[in-house]
C-alpha cells in the first residue's frame, strides 16, 4: 500500500491531528498502524517521528515505506520511554483496546510534553438508544464489532474521559467533537452536549503546572 503524502488523503480525524503537531517536532504514535500520519508529518512537517504497532503486517508495511517504527504495546512498553522524550503522543482511536487506559495516559504525559488522543463515544445517542429500546451493545460506524469479537475493551464517554484527566490532573487544552466521520461537529463548548451528540472525541492533553 502506497503511503499518503497529501493531507487530504489522510482519514478526517488524523488530518485535524496532523494540523495540531508543530513543524520539527518530536512525535510518538501509539498505535500508529502502518503510519499513513507519521509519513505525512515527516514530508511535511520535518518531524522526527517514531512508531508503536501491535500488529507485526503494520510494522511491516511502515518500515518498508523508511519509517521508524517497532512492535509494542501500548499497556507494557511506554513505561520504557524515558521522561520528556517526545513533543506530542498521539494516541488515536486506541484507548479503549488498552487494558489499562489510566496508566497509558500517565505514560503518555509523562514521555510527552503534550498528549492527542481521539476515540469512540459510548455515550452518544443512539448508543444509548440501542441499549434502551433492544437491550442489546451497538454496533455503529465508531463501535464497528459484535461484543463478542471487539478488540474494544474498555468502552467510555467524553464525560467518563474527562473525569479521569480530572483525577490524574491532566488539562485539557483542548477539545473536539467529531462525527462518525471523523469531521468536526459545531457544538458548543459543552461537556453534556458533546457527550450526546459527538461520535467521537479528540483531545489535546498537557500535565497542570
Known amino acids: 500500500m502506497m503511503m499518503v503524502r497529501d493531507n487530504g488523503n489522510l482519514r478526517v480525524d488524523l488530518r485535524l491531528i496532523a494540523d495540531m503537531v508543530e513543524p520539527g517536532s518530536r512525535v510518538l504514535d501509539v498505535g500508529c498502524g502502518e503510519g499513513a500520519l507519521l509519513d505525512w508529518l515527516g514530508h511535511t512537517k520535518n518531524v522526527d517521528g517514531r512508531g508503536i504497532e501491535l500488529s507485526m503486517a503494520g510494522v511491516s508495511a511502515a518500515v518498508s515505506h523508511g519509517l521508524s517504527v517497532i512492535q509494542g504495546d501500548a499497556d507494557t512498553d511506554l513505561k520504557d520511554y524515558p521522561s520528556g522524550a517526545f513533543d506530542y503522543v498521539i494516541l488515536s482511536q486506541t484507548l479503549q ?3 489499562e487506559p489510566k496508566t ?8 510527552g510534553r503534550r498528549a492527542i488522543v481521539s476515540f469512540p463515544n459510548f455515550g452518544h445517542w443512539r448508543v444509548r438508544a440501542h441499549l434502551l429500546l433492544r437491550g442489546s451493545m451497538p454496533v455503529t460506524d465508531t463501535l464497528a464489532y459484535e461484543w463478542y469479537d471487539t478488540p474494544n475493551i474498555h468502552f467510555c464517554t467524553i464525560r467518563d474521559f474527562l473525569t479521569l484527566c480530572r483525577g490524574l490532573g491532566i488539562t485539557v487544552d ?6 462518525r466521520d471523523g469531521k ?3 457544538l458548543p463548548n459543552c461537556e453534556g452536549i458533546a457527550n450526546l451528540f459527538a461520535d467521537q472525541g479528540l483531545f489535546v ?3 497542570k503546572g
Open 97 to 99: 483496546a488498552t487494558y
Open 104 to 111: 497509558v495516559l500517565a505514560n503518555m504525559l509523562r514521555i
Open 205 to 207: 492533553l498537557s500535565r
Open 184 to 186: 468536526v461537529l459545531p
Open 174 to 179: 483542548k477539545s473536539i467533537a467529531l462525527d
